[in-house]
């Protein structure tokens, strides 16, 4: 087993692997920029050193200083986290090269999961369904406009190197692919340094369901059922539960062997979700993998009782997975909220400041995974999360009791957070029938709130 391990990361995160490795009585080192310099969950690792200024290119996306903090701190691994260079292949690859284990998986199956028409391909292969689209990338406006006319309109143009929403765009008709397909494309490029496009059918109101994936290096790939993330603004996910509402039996069994297959078929180990949409008809289409552990990934832990972190660190270690397949049983029902220091009432915009006061719900079933407290001031430069707030119930009517009357005695003053907004969204019908669909919040929601 390791013996020390650096957290390439952040906040919420870094906190959580800190946490993880004090159980397994593995010592951590922590890295921090100029802006997070005095936070209090440093404190919580054995040390910690600066590795730059406050802005993340200068910091936590800089590898050689990442790598310098790795070789003063002695560590044996390098946990990334989410965000920053969590899928970044190269850092991957250099992180071994000079010694120091990556808790993920190889570079090789993180670049060819992480393109997403690769993705597809490789999908496709593993005879898992996707979305009808375009055969691979789309090499000129002819090509678009013959692939578009077999998927049908409207379609929606992806790029292969995205994330985040960026680079993606809805064409309605012939006449609006061609300006969406340039706008794409320029977009990818800037953003992901690759223009590279494909078609797929845009899916009427989809769901956004995840299955969670846990693989050794011995070729154990173990799934831990799926995740519901279908309360989104502007693709940002603010609401995320397991098990999914609604979902027939039939349709969870066949994603989750899908996954695994997909998986097993890159030679994958450590943590990865696959994302898939699922359609009116209970119909699911493979969208892409994520090579990492995931922000929501809590309420999949909830409900397996198994931790994905520490799971994380002893299959990177080299060690075969504790469980098989037919020890996961999944029970209960658990929701998390993304708690931003944004303001729901100014479009979202982000609220960073000092925390006056804060004062964090308990009980029964109730879990805050948070960097944030009293005193604390967000910083400006990084995403705006302050917390996830995780309940865990027997049944999903009582997670959702437990989770609004969480929401409201959440107290956080001096700057806004999106808890009012959350627990808005968890007293509307739509929420307790399980129909919310990915566009919801934008099309029904925030209209009918009218703010
Ligand atoms: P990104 O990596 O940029 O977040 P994804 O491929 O994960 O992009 O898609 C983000 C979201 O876009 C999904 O959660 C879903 O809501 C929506 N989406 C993706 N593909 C389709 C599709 N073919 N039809 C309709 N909506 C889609």
Same mark, same amino acid.
């Given at each position: 087993?390791?013996?020390r ?11 959580? $692997? ?5 159980e ?17 969950y ?12 406050? /802005? ?7 590898? +050689?200083?990442i ?10 691994? @390098? ?20 010694d ?6 190889s ?13 597809r ?20 406006h ?5 692939a578009? /006319? ?14 985040g ?7 309605m +008709? ?16 800037a ?5 590279? $496009?494909?078609?797929?059918?845009? @899916? ?16 154990? $790939? ?18 995320e ?10 349709t ?6 899908a996954?695994v297959?997909l998986?097993k078929?890159?030679n ?8 898939f ?25 909830m ?16 060690? $075969? ?7 996961i ?16 009432d ?7 400041g /000092?925390i ?5 719900p ?16 967000v ?5 705006s999360?302050?917390?996830?707030l ?6 999903r ?6 989770m ?5 005695e959440?107290?956080?003053t001096g700057? /806004?957070?999106?808890?009012?907004f ?5 007293a ?19 209209p009918?709130?009218?703010?």
């Open positions: 087993m390791f013996e391990i650096l957290i390439a990361n952040r906040g919420e995160i870094a906190l959580r $692997v800190i946490r993880a490795c004090k397994l009585g593995i010592g951590t080192v922590a890295v921090f920029s100029e802006a997070d310099r005095g936070a209090q440093l404190e919580l690792a054995d040390q910690a050193f600066c590795i730059g200024t406050a /802005k993340s290119a200068d910091s936590y996306l800089k590898i +050689d200083q790598i310098a903090a790795a070789e003063a701190g002695n560590v044996d691994a @390098i946990h990334p986290g989410y965000g920053f260079l969590a899928e970044n292949s190269h850092f991957n690859e250099v992180c071994r090269s000079c120091f284990e990556f808790i993920g998986p570079p090789d199956a993180m670049e060819k999961l992480g393109d997403k028409a690769q993705a391909a490789m999908a496709i292969a593993a005879d898992v369904p996707v979305v009808p689209g375009s055969p691979g990338l789309i090499e000129s002819e090509a678009a406009v013959e578009a /006319k077999k998927i049908g309109y409207p379609v929606l143009i992806k790029a292969t190197a995205g994330g929403g960026k680079g993606m765009r809805v064409a +008709d012939e006449a609006s692919l061609q300006t969406s397909l340039s706008q794409a494309q320029t977009e990818a490029k953003a992901f340094g690759n223009g590279g $496009v494909y078609l797929e059918r845009f @899916i009427d109101r989809p769901r956004h369901v995840e299955v969670q994936i846990i693989a050794d290096k011995h070729g154990n $790939v173990v799934h831990l059922g799926e995740r519901d993330c279908s309360v989104q603004r502007r693709h940002q996910k603010l609401v539960e397991s098990p999914s509402p609604r979902l027939p039996k039939k969870r069994d066949a994603m989750c062997e996954a297959r998986v078929s890159a994958y180990f450590n943590a990865a979700t696959v994302e949409i699922v359609d009116q008809n209970d119909d699911f289409y493979f969208i892409e993998v994520n090579a990492r552990i995931q922000v929501e990934h809590p309420v999949t832990e409900v397996t009782g198994i931790d994905l972190i520490k799971t994380q660190i002893l299959v990177a270690a080299g060690e $075969v997975l504790p469980f098989k397949q037919s020890d049983k999944p029970r209960g029902a658990s929701i998390e909220c993304r708690i931003n220091a944004e303001d729901p100014k479009n979202f915009q982000p609220c960073p /000092k006056q006061a804060m004062y964090v308990g009980g029964m079933g109730v879990r805050f995974d948070s960097h944030a407290h009293t005193g604390y001031t910083p400006p430069h990084y995403d999360m302050i917390g996830k995780i309940v865990y119930r027997p049944t009517k009582e997670a959702i009791a437990t609004r009357r969480c929401l409201a959440l107290r956080v700057i /806004k957070t999106t808890a009012g959350q627990s808005e969204v968890l509307q019908p739509e929420f307790a029938d399980g129909t919310v669909d990915t566009k919801w919040v934008e099309r029904e929601f925030l009918r709130r009218g703010k």
